[in-house]
């Protein structure tokens, strides 16, 4: 399958570890993201039900075109899927969330999605 040094075996350990100890609610759903090479994306989960709430991404067109001119993989970008899933959770009735990355560090675009989810309300 992977081989020992293979970085996203690495990064799917990270997550499997993590994910032992963080589990979603209805009252607080798990903020799970999905970083590619192009694109991220976040969704809102109730692991007890086993349904996403809501999810938002860098592939949706009204997303797409929130981003001032930046293509592609960008902080920006991230940003703006932070504000737009903030945005949904709060429509559903949704303050608080359980943040999970995924395996990724908490940098960059991670981190901006994280920042810019807790300044448009949400709190982790």
Do not use: C, N
């Not at 293979?6 to 009252?27: C, L, M, P």
């Not at 303050?95 to 560090?105: C, K, M, S, T």
């Amino acid at each position: 399958m992977y081989t020992k040094h293979d970085r996203r075996a690495a990064r799917v350990k990270r997550h499997q570890r993590v994910r032992k100890h963080i589990a979603g609610t209805a009252e607080r759903p798990r903020l799970a993201l999905h970083r590619s090479l192009h694109h991220i994306s976040a969704q809102l989960v109730d692991d007890t039900s086993g349904r996403t709430i809501a999810a938002a991404s860098t592939t949706e067109a009204d997303l797409r075109k929130s981003v001032d001119g930046a293509a592609g993989p960008t902080v920006a970008a991230a940003s703006v899927v932070g504000r737009a899933i903030a945005e949904r959770a709060r429509d559903r009735g949704i303050e608080a969330v359980v943040f999970d990355r995924g395996g990724y560090l908490y940098h960059g675009r991670v981190r901006a999605l994280a920042e810019a989810a807790r300044e448009a309300g949400l709190r982790f």
